[in-house]
T-cell receptor, first 115, second 107 residues
Framework: NAGVTQTPKFQVLKTGQSMTLQCAQD?????MSWYRQDPGMGLRLIHY???????DQGEVPNGYNVSRSTTEDFPLRLLSAAPSQTSVYFC??????????????FGNGTRLTVT | DAKTTQPTSMDCAEGRAANLPCNHS???????VYWYRQIHSQGPQYIIH???NNETNEMASLIITEDRKSSTLILPHATLRDTAVYYC????????FGAGTRLTVKP
């Protein structure tokens, strides 16, 4: 199993550009989530999903859109990038609490810079 | 807001036990306590989890109080490579990490 795969690893955007951060997992996990981590800070939850067709907001959802059309994929979209979105983005997945007490599995992160 | 509170930072001497506390006073009866750590800017690494019994694995031990309102992660013989930020989170659909505890293991 590849686990959680994030692409790209690095990205530079200009203010106002749009892009999609990709996240895929091959562990058949229903739960997937996106976090951002600013320098010297902890992880903050952006959006999460408990299954295909279901998404919900986390702590810092503004400026980000998500969709979950399949169990495997959970892309994060920035519609109009802003310098404040410069951060490292982590995707994670796990079984739902009712399916077993599995830990979160994290991807290696996408380092995004918005100029 | 995260459902847990942790000290901002702690130091530990190499070879000694590191005891990292976490308060989770609003934990629900069916929620697990999970511990992760993050070294530099890598993705967080799972350490251990528990419900109400103490747990031990090859990395650490987890002690949960009887009322489940707090827990302690124990690294029995800390090494320099254990220097990291340690996060305690409670298991629910909205898994929020908080700021964690920055553990520095000193020679």
């Amino acid at each position: 199993n590849a686990g959680v795969t994030q692409t790209p690893k690095f990205q530079v955007l200009k203010t106002g550009q749009s892009m999609t951060l990709q996240c895929a997992q091959d562990m058949n996990h229903e739960y997937m989530s996106w976090y951002r981590q600013d320098p010297g800070m902890g992880l903050r939850l952006i959006h999460y999903s408990v299954g295909a067709g279901i998404t919900d907001q986390g702590e810092v959802p503004n400026g980000y859109n998500v969709s979950r059309s399949t169990t495997e994929d959970f892309p994060l979209r920035l519609l109009s990038a802003a310098p404040s979105q410069t951060s490292v983005y982590f995707c994670a997945s796990r079984l739902l609490p009712g399916q077993g007490n599995s830990p979160l599995h994290f991807g290696n992160g996408t380092r995004l810079t918005v100029t | 807001d995260a459902k847990t509170t942790q000290p901002t930072s702690m130091d530990c001497a190499e070879g000694r036990a590191a005891n990292l506390p976490c308060n989770h006073s609003t934990i629900s009866g069916n929620e697990y306590v999970y511990w992760y750590r993050q070294i530099h800017s890598q993705g967080p690494q799972y350490i251990i989890h528990g419900l109400k019994n103490n747990e031990t694995n090859e990395m650490a031990s987890l002690i949960i109080t009887e009322d489940r309102k707090s827990s302690t992660l124990i690294l029995p013989h800390a090494t320099l490579r254990d220097t990291a930020v340690y996060y305690c989170i409670v298991n629910n659909n909205d898994m929020r990490f908080g700021a964690g505890t920055r553990l520095t293991v000193k020679p």
